[in-house]
T-cell receptor, first 113, second 113 residues
Framework: DTGVSQNPRHKITKRGQNVTFRCDPI?????LYWYRQTLGQGPEFLTY????????KSRLLSDRFSAERPKGSFSTLEIQRTEQGDSAMYLC???????????FGQGTRLTVV | GDSVTQMEGPVTLSEEAFLTINCTYT??????LFWYVQYPGEGLQLLLK?????DKGSNKGFEATYRKETTSFHLEKGSVQVSDSAVYFC????????????FGSGTRLSIRP
């Protein structure tokens, strides 16, 4: 296992388009997290899955955002009707029981033009 | 709400210099405290942690002590190396939600040979 994998690494999209990102966690990890990081800031929590159940969502996650983890393995994060303010690095992480021991992927950088 | 404030960067030091990166926090209850590091081109990774007052976390020559009386968790290293150049994030595990990590804005550290 090579760690947490995120695809694509970079995405440029026009405002109003939908985008979907994929995260493949470390295989034995039951917890999966999505964070968003804007330039010059630390990561901000978006949502968390335990196996296939989405157990917590930040108020940062507007109705245009949806995340799934259908079989408790990989996860997808979809943003509908993208806005320029959605431009950020989207980070995925996975862990066993302790979120502080999470392994982070290298992120997907989204640019909305 | 819970938050982390850390020293703004960038910080530039010569090799073998002493490093301090200040971090203070605001939290209800008794959070766990962490330092994460992001090396160029790599994902975020946990550097060290402390889970209760007066605990000292240490790793790779870095240390930080959980000071409840000053709500601080300053990162220190006695002699930095060029390979320590990275972005460092102070963080806490929120009492209100054990599933997420709250990050500071990060401090970029550059070490001159």
């Amino acid at each position: 296992d090579t760690g947490v994998s995120q695809n694509p690494r970079h995405k440029i999209t026009k405002r109003g388009q939908n985008v979907t990102f994929r995260c493949d966690p470390i295989s034995e990890h039951n917890r999966l997290y999505w964070y968003r990081q804007t330039l010059g800031q630390g990561p901000e929590f978006l949502t968390y899955f335990q196996n296939e159940a989405q157990l917590e969502k930040s108020r940062l996650l507007s109705d245009r955002f949806s995340a799934e983890r259908p079989k408790g393995s990989f996860s997808t994060l979809e943003i509908q009707r993208t806005e320029q303010g959605d431009s950020a690095m989207y980070l995925c992480a996975s862990s066993l029981d302790d979120p502080a021991e999470a392994f982070f992927g290298q992120g997907t950088r989204l640019t909305v033009v | 709400g819970d938050s982390v404030t850390q020293m703004e960067g960038p910080v530039t030091l010569s090799e073998e210099a002493f490093l301090t990166i200040n971090c203070t926090y605001t939290a209800t209850g008794y959070p766990s405290l962490f330092w994460y590091v992001q090396y160029p081109g790599e994902g975020l990774q946990l550097l060290l942690k402390a889970t209760k007052a007066d605990d000292k976390g240490s790793n790779k020559g870095f240390e930080a002590t959980y000071r409840k009386e000053t709500t601080s968790f300053h990162l220190e290293k006695g002699s930095v190396q060029v390979s320590d150049s990275a972005v460092y994030f102070c963080a806490l595990s929120a009492y209100s939600s054990a599933s997420k990590i709250i990050f500071g804005s990060g401090t970029r550290l550059s070490i001159r040979p």
